[in-house]
């Protein structure tokens, strides 16, 4: 069944490279593998997959102890300071990072262990009540502020979209995020670099490759849908 949910998402993501004249090596599938069990993790890796999406640190950690060391885990969900610690070595990337504080530490903890953590910056694309991530405007500030932290590397943007029906809803939140960062790129920041976008999920991510994610996060697509109640 995972096989070919995958195989399935591997098509469409080519297909949408295709249509939009994007080289397919463009573009990064995470996997999403949150409440997941590790064998339903394995057996994606065993399929190929190398990176995986996780929302919760302690989700994190379990399945870091248990998995191959050559997967690359990717922080996608909201990020409590007090828990930066716990990841900070374990993670490639944090999506997620929405205030100046948790920048400053986790550049903090990154310091401390003689690494650069690569960042995005979640930006609430829809200004949705029910999500994390700062506006369009706070975001350029964000970015400038935190700038300055050596031991992280800020390399987008992220964000959710809206839960829609037709994905053509999206597409124009999709372009937004996309000008966003052509529009601090042009500011020539340093130690900015607006190189990924991580955009796109189960319901609209053919979309989100054609209007420039880098990323996409696929979770449901891959894996079924999830049981939160069975915990
Ligand atoms: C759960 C989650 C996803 C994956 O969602 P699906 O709709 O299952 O593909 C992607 N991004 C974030 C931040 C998530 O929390």
Redesign the pocket.
């Known amino acids: 069944m995972l096989k070919e949910n995958l195989s399935k998402v591997e098509q469409n993501i080519l297909a949408a490279c295709e249509k939009s004249t994007r080289p397919r090596s463009e573009v990064t599938l995470i996997a999403?593998s949150?409440t997941k069990p590790a064998e339903m993790l394995q057996e994606a890796y065993d399929a190929g997959v190398r990176d995986f999406?996780e929302?919760k640190v302690q989700e994190i950690c379990d399945k870091y102890e248990v998995l191959p060391s050559d997967i690359r885990w990717h922080m996608?969900?909201h990020l409590q300071r007090n828990k930066v610690k716990y990841i900070i070595d374990k993670v490639c990337m944090i999506?997620?990072v929405d205030s100046y504080r948790l920048a400053e530490e986790i550049n903090i903890q990154a310091k401390k262990h003689r690494i650069v953590m690569p960042v995005l910056i979640e930006v609430n694309i829809a200004d949705e009540q029910t999500k994390f991530g700062v506006s369009k405007e706070d975001a350029i500030q964000l970015i400038e502020e935190a700038a300055h932290l050596d031991n992280i590397s800020i390399q987008g943007l992220m964000t959710?979209a809206p839960y829609v029906t037709d994905a053509e809803e999206n597409r124009k939140y999709f372009q937004e995020i996309k000008q966003l960062a052509v529009d601090i790129q042009a500011k020539n920041i340093d130690n900015v670099a607006m190189r990924v976008l991580s955009m796109g999920?189960?319901?609209d991510y053919a979309v989100a490759i054609e209007e420039g994610a880098d990323m996409v996060?696929?979770?449901?697509?891959i894996f079924g849908e999830?049981n939160y109640s069975r915990k």
């Open positions: 999403v949150k999406g929302n996608i969900g999506h997620s959710v999920m189960t319901g996060r696929v979770g449901t697509g999830r």
